[in-house]
């Protein structure tokens, strides 16, 4: 019984934390998102996706690589590869 809730809280601090990483659509990427636009209103969107897709990919490669999760690595992979679609459909 004490190893449950020992996982219930390792579960709840863990993704607590991932959730505040600076990929979009979480949490962390949307304050990092808002945070570069008001600082530079022209290329902050761009940026915000450019720092999106770095974090994304770095999630998803420590993912499998650290953790062996496959679904860590599926799920940043796919969020960064949507962050650069955003930012290459932005660029015209």
Do not use: E, K
């Given at each position: 019984?004490?190893?449950?809730?020992?996982?219930?809280?390792?579960?709840?601090?863990?993704?607590?934390?991932?959730?505040?990483?600076?990929?979009?659509?979480?949490?962390?990427?949307?304050?990092?998102?808002?945070?570069?636009?008001?600082?530079?209103?022209?290329?902050?969107?761009?940026?915000?996706?450019?720092?999106?897709?770095?974090?994304?990919?770095?999630?998803?490669?420590?993912?499998?690589?650290?953790?062996?999760?496959?679904?860590?690595?599926?799920?940043?992979?796919?969020?960064?590869?949507?962050?650069?679609?955003a930012m290459?459909?932005r660029m015209?």
């Amino acid at each position: 019984m004490n190893s449950f809730f020992m996982s219930l809280l390792w579960v709840n601090i863990f993704w607590g934390f991932i959730n505040l990483m600076p990929v979009y659509p979480l949490d962390g990427g949307q304050v990092t998102r808002h945070i570069l636009i008001q600082t530079d209103p022209l290329n902050g969107l761009r940026t915000s996706l450019g720092v999106s897709v770095i974090a994304g990919a770095a999630a998803a490669i420590g993912g499998l690589l650290f953790l062996g999760s496959t679904y860590m690595a599926i799920l940043f992979g796919f969020l960064a590869f949507q962050s650069f679609q955003a930012m290459q459909s932005r660029m015209y």
